[in-house]
């Protein structure tokens, strides 16, 4: 059974960082693109970054790049997003994703996915 577990979210002040962790179950990362979407309250969805499973060609959101980088572990099926000098409006729940799928990656488009995690909760507050 395919089982995608964020973990690394919190409370961090605005110019902090965090590292949100995706563990894997039921599958091999090897053969799938993986992402990270979030959804804010009274907003809507929104990709923030994928990688691809073969050449970890990677893609972000014009908000957020150049402050998180996304990577990829396959020999322990985690997947990271290291989110730096964090801002109040990066708060939201933000969600794992997974798609076999080689070559690319897609952030525009969630029903791309087929298995997503749980959520793990960010908020920048002061």
């Known amino acids: 059974q395919v089982e995608l577990v964020e973990s690394g979210g919190g409370l961090v002040q605005p110019g902090g960082s965090l590292r949100l962790s995706c563990a894997a179950s039921?599958?091999?990362?090897?053969?799938?693109?993986m992402g990270w979407f979030r959804q804010a309250p009274g907003k809507e969805r929104e990709g923030v970054s994928c990688i691809s499973s073969t050449d970890d060609g990677t893609k972000y959101a014009d908000s957020v790049k150049g402050r998180f980088t996304i990577t990829r572990h396959n020999a322990n099926n985690t997947v990271y997003l290291l989110m730096n000098s964090l801002k109040p409006e990066d708060t939201a729940a933000y969600y794992c994703?997974?798609?076999?799928?080689?070559?690319?990656?897609?952030?525009?488009?969630?029903?791309?996915?087929?298995?997503w995690g749980q959520g793990t909760q960010v908020i920048v507050s002061s």
């Open positions: 039921g599958f091999t990362l090897d053969y799938y693109a």
């Open positions: 994703v997974a798609v076999r799928l080689g070559g690319v990656c897609y952030i525009n488009d969630a029903n791309e996915y087929d298995y």
